[in-house]
């Protein structure tokens, strides 16, 4: 299973673009690389996840460069509401090879201020 | 997408009697489920995974007579603290793969107090 690297806090001012980036070195051929958002007392939510370059959706962007051996998450204009523990997870469920079990990291906590 | 639906939400027990958590998947089959514990301030930690028609996996350090697991049906997963104690006071989370586009989707969690 490939070990992610977060920083342990981060924090941001409202309306501000907030990057959490994620080391994992020793990522396999077939994984894919997943974030999680997570509020007090609630489960993980899936924010995005890609296996190289960028994607983004409706509420993040992932970037992913070309060795694949970290992540960026880039969360535009962050609210008071985006305040949680945030999680990059390292995989080979893209696939469909079978079920995989999800080994979560410390993550990152993101305390956005007003 | 895909929901979890995860219950109770919250739970006080006595020590010494016993809890029974129920993870369903609504809108797709789950052939395999996930139990995670999480302490206060701490990463979720794999407990055990649940697989459909058989018995669990545990991973290591994990009681399988204390933590009872159940995966009676594709949609259905339930775990049973056994003789809870207050050092099992925890937040209990289980998950499910959807095969689709999201993946892992997370149930909302049990808040579990042993007094």
């Known amino acids: 299973l490939a070990k992610t690297t977060q920083p342990i806090s981060m924090d941001s001012y409202e309306g501000q673009e907030v990057n959490i980036t994620c080391s994992h070195n020793?990522?396999?051929?077939?994984?894919?690389i997943t974030w999680y958002q997570q509020f007090p007392s609630q489960g993980p939510r899936f924010i995005i996840q890609?296996?190289?370059t960028k994607v983004t959706n409706e509420v993040a962007s992932l970037f992913i460069p070309a060795d694949r051996k970290s992540s960026t998450l880039s969360l535009p204009r962050v609210s008071l509401s985006d305040t949680a523990v945030y999680y990059c997870?390292?995989?080979?469920?893209?696939?469909?090879?079978?079920?995989?079990?999800?080994?979560f990291g410390k993550g990152t906590k993101l305390s956005v201020i007003p | 997408g895909a929901v979890v639906s995860q219950h109770p939400s919250r739970v006080i027990c006595k020590s010494g009697t016993s809890v029974k958590i129920e993870c369903r998947s609504l809108?797709?089959?789950?052939?395999?489920m996930f139990w995670y514990r999480q302490f206060p301030k701490q990463s979720l930690m794999l407990m055990a995974t649940?697989?459909?028609?058989?018995?669990?996996?545990?991973e290591q350090g994990v009681e399988k007579d204390k933590f009872l697991i159940n995966h009676a049906s594709l949609t259905l997963s339930t775990l049973t603290v056994t003789s809870a104690h207050p050092e099992d006071s925890s937040f209990y989370i289980c998950?499910?793969?959807?095969?689709?586009?999201?993946?892992?989707?997370f149930g909302s969690g049990t808040r579990l107090t042993v007094v």
């Open positions: 020793n990522i396999a051929t077939n994984d894919y």
């Open positions: 809108d797709f089959q789950a052939t395999t």
């Open positions: 649940s697989n459909e028609g058989s018995k669990a996996t545990y």
């Open positions: 997870l390292v995989g080979d469920y893209g696939s469909g090879a079978g079920s995989y079990q999800l080994t």
């Open positions: 890609g296996y190289k």
């Open positions: 998950s499910a793969e959807d095969r689709g586009l999201y993946g892992y989707t």
